[in-house]
């Protein structure tokens, strides 16, 4: 039922002098009608914009009357029904005529209200899925609006995303001076997701990462120094430098690792939560509420193990939030050209679990989406899926020329920076003042700075280390007879490059 505008006449191939064709025309716009006076559907015309991609409203960090962006409520998910939300882009029908937009965000839709005697049933075993895009609806509050965070929580908040910044910028002068090798991608423009989220979890909780995952890990606690000295491939790295850029991992902080590889981590973090399941419910450890964080981009949500792990983690309830950056481009691929249905949140649904999509430019919003999610893993209800729709600032990589992107919709999320909204918000509010903000700017320099110095004075990896967490067992390939390493004889590497 996604085609609610095409004519009857494309409705069958008949022969027009086919006495049956008219009887078939006839049924055809019967049930039209009669799915049109008993559905109260969302459909959305084909999409019309100057440029191929949304853009995001300009709408002022933290408002909670976007339909699409606000917190959620847990109850709702169980116990309401909602209409279908179905789009197409690709057909060349009429349209029906349609309601004024309530957002211009790429999930955004027109309403077609026909009847509201009827209600969409998407029950699913038992209780009801839902499309999460009406659930987080808010209702518009007469008197002042209440703050969503105090002063210290704001603070914490802009300095985490400060922290992500400069340290980027920081890896791209370090990149093309030399300092790092292999491929380098950086978080710039995206850091509302990281911080919206990590900083609400606690140290126990895991974080599993892509090979964009710098700033996922200083988000969830690991030094600037150890970061840094991994990217510089030093033996003070957080993996002694064998990890490097895409490869990130700290067991004290519990990040599970950057994958290189596209979908990868995912079956990973639904491991880590299966384990937290597994002490809480057979161990009988009482305590053990422990929540995991697998974030991912939209070029993995055709990816065969999304799908799998979707349906393990709804199947078991695990607690696990699956947390999709959807930055529009998958490299050089636009989101809107790789997939059948660019609504990723709306995958949530069909495996019984919540989806809902998030204006991941505003760390506010992000926040309020996340502490509901995190809020449901932990309580034991329940995976949730948020596709936080937000965009780098850089190209893929920094071997990436970015010549793909149309510059003026570069330049448009540019003037949407997360980092500037939130500084807006503070200072409007009088959380913190400008003095504040700048002292904070200056300490996160005085910080990527000593973690570049530390970095490049640090020692690189021995010879010895080389084979390291290689085989299972140690002495089957890297130890001789005598016990010592095999590549620490200089004949050891003869007629190859030198290690």
Same mark, same amino acid.
């Given at each position: 039922?996604?085609?609610?505008?095409?004519?009857?006449?494309?409705?069958?191939?008949?022969?027009?002098?086919?006495? #049956?064709?008219?009887?078939? &025309?006839?049924?055809? !716009?019967?049930?039209?009608?009669?799915?049109? %006076?008993?559905?109260?559907?969302?459909?959305?015309?084909?999409?019309?914009?100057?440029?191929?991609?949304?853009?995001?409203?300009?709408?002022?960090?933290?408002?909670?009357?976007?339909?699409? !962006?606000?917190?959620?409520?847990?109850? #709702? +998910?169980?116990?309401?029904?909602?209409?279908?939300?179905?789009?197409?882009?690709? =057909?060349?029908?009429?349209?029906?005529?349609?309601?004024?937009?309530? !957002?211009?965000?790429?999930?955004?839709?027109?309403? @077609?209200?026909?009847?509201?005697?009827?209600? $969409?049933?998407?029950?699913?075993?038992?209780?009801?899925?839902?499309?999460?895009?009406?659930?987080?609806?808010?209702?518009?509050?007469?008197?002042?609006?209440? %703050?969503?965070?105090?002063?210290?929580?704001?603070?914490?908040?802009?300095?985490?995303?400060?922290? *992500?910044?400069?340290?980027?910028?920081?890896?791209?002068?370090?990149?093309?001076?030399?300092?790092? +090798?292999?491929?380098?991608?950086?978080?710039? /423009?995206?850091?509302?997701?990281? &911080?919206?989220?990590?900083?609400? @979890?606690?140290?126990?909780?895991?974080?599993?990462? &892509?090979?964009?995952?710098?700033?996922?890990?200083?988000?969830? /606690?690991?030094?600037?120094?150890?970061?840094?000295?991994?990217?510089?491939?030093?033996?003070?790295?957080?993996?002694? /430098?064998?990890?490097?850029?895409?490869?990130?991992?700290?067991?004290?902080?519990?990040?599970?690792?950057?994958?290189?590889?596209?979908?990868?981590?995912?079956?990973?973090?639904?491991?880590?939560?299966?384990? =937290?399941?597994?002490?809480?419910?057979?161990?009988?450890?009482?305590?053990?509420?422990?929540?995991?964080?697998? +974030?991912? *981009?939209?070029?993995?949500?055709?990816?065969?193990?999304?799908?799998?792990?979707?349906?393990?983690?709804? $199947?078991?309830?695990?607690?696990?939030?699956?947390?999709?950056?959807?930055?529009?481009?998958?490299?050089?691929?636009?989101?809107?050209?790789?997939?059948?249905?660019?609504?990723?949140?709306?995958?949530?649904?069909?495996?019984?679990?919540?989806?809902?999509?998030?204006?991941?430019?505003?760390?506010?919003?992000?926040?309020?989406?996340?502490?509901?999610?995190?809020?449901?893993?932990?309580? *034991?209800?329940?995976?949730? $899926?948020?596709?936080?729709?937000?965009?780098?600032?850089?190209?893929?990589? @920094?071997?990436?020329?970015?010549?793909?992107?149309?510059?003026?919709?570069?330049?448009?999320?540019?003037?949407?920076?997360?980092?500037?909204?939130?500084?807006?918000? $503070?200072?409007?509010?009088?959380?913190?003042?400008?003095?504040?903000?700048?002292?904070?700017?200056?300490?996160?320099?005085?910080?990527?700075?000593?973690?570049?110095?530390?970095?490049?004075?640090?020692?690189?990896?021995?010879?010895?280390?080389? %084979?390291?967490?290689?085989?299972?067992?140690?002495?089957? +390939?890297?130890?001789?007879?005598? /016990?010592?390493?095999?590549?620490?004889?200089?004949?050891?590497?003869?007629?190859?490059?030198?290690?």
């Amino acid at each position: 039922m996604g085609r609610m505008g095409f004519s009857p006449k494309h409705a069958c191939l008949t022969d027009e002098k086919d006495p #049956n064709r008219q009887k078939i &025309t006839n049924l055809t !716009s019967c049930l039209l009608v009669s799915c049109q %006076l008993n559905l109260h559907c969302e459909v959305r015309p084909p999409f019309s914009s100057k440029f191929p991609l949304p853009f995001f409203p300009s709408l002022p960090i933290g408002t909670k009357a976007t339909k699409m !962006s606000t917190a959620f409520s847990a109850a #709702n +998910f169980s116990t309401q029904s909602f209409p279908l939300n179905h789009t197409s882009t690709t =057909s060349h029908d009429s349209p029906l005529v349609f309601a004024k937009p309530t !957002s211009q965000f790429l999930r955004s839709t027109r309403k @077609l209200r026909l009847s509201s005697s009827s209600k $969409l049933n998407l029950n699913r075993r038992s209780g009801t899925v839902v499309a999460v895009s009406d659930v987080v609806k808010q209702k518009k509050s007469k008197s002042t609006p209440t %703050l969503l965070i105090t002063k210290e929580e704001g603070l914490e908040l802009y300095e985490d995303m400060v922290l *992500g910044r400069a340290f980027e910028d920081m890896c791209a002068q370090m990149y093309y001076r030399g300092k790092m +090798f292999g491929f380098v991608h950086l978080y710039n /423009g995206q850091e509302a997701v990281s &911080t919206g989220f990590i900083k609400l @979890l606690k140290q126990q909780d895991s974080v599993v990462s &892509t090979y964009r995952d710098h700033v996922h890990a200083l988000s969830k /606690g690991v030094p600037a120094r150890a970061v840094m000295s991994e990217l510089f491939g030093k033996t003070t790295g957080c993996c002694r /430098g064998q990890g490097g850029s895409m490869h990130m991992f700290s067991r004290e902080h519990n990040l599970l690792g950057g994958f290189a590889f596209i979908g990868e981590g995912i079956p990973v973090a639904t491991g880590a939560a299966f384990t =937290s399941k597994y002490k809480r419910e057979v161990l009988k450890e009482a305590d053990c509420d422990h929540v995991t964080l697998a +974030f991912f *981009g939209d070029g993995t949500c055709n990816n065969g193990q999304f799908f799998e792990c979707l349906n393990m983690a709804a $199947l078991w309830k695990l607690p696990i939030v699956f947390v999709v950056e959807n930055n529009l481009w998958a490299i050089g691929m636009s989101h809107l050209r790789s997939t059948s249905d660019p609504q990723i949140y709306k995958k949530g649904p069909a495996f019984g679990m919540p989806g809902i999509h998030v204006d991941g430019m505003d760390v506010l919003k992000v926040r309020e989406v996340a502490k509901e999610a995190i809020g449901r893993a932990r309580r *034991g209800e329940g995976p949730t $899926l948020v596709e936080c729709e937000t965009y780098r600032f850089r190209g893929h990589s @920094l071997a990436d020329p970015d010549e793909l992107r149309d510059p003026a919709e570069k330049a448009h999320y540019a003037a949407r920076d997360p980092i500037t909204a939130l500084k807006k918000y $503070l200072t409007e509010n009088n959380l913190a003042s400008d003095a504040e903000l700048k002292a904070i700017d200056k300490k996160i320099d005085e910080v990527v700075e000593d973690a570049v110095e530390f970095a490049d004075e640090s020692p690189v990896p021995p010879r010895s280390q080389l %084979l390291e967490n290689v085989f299972a067992d140690p002495k089957g +390939f890297g130890i001789g007879p005598d /016990g010592r390493y095999r590549c620490e004889d200089p004949k050891f590497t003869e007629g190859t490059a030198h290690v």
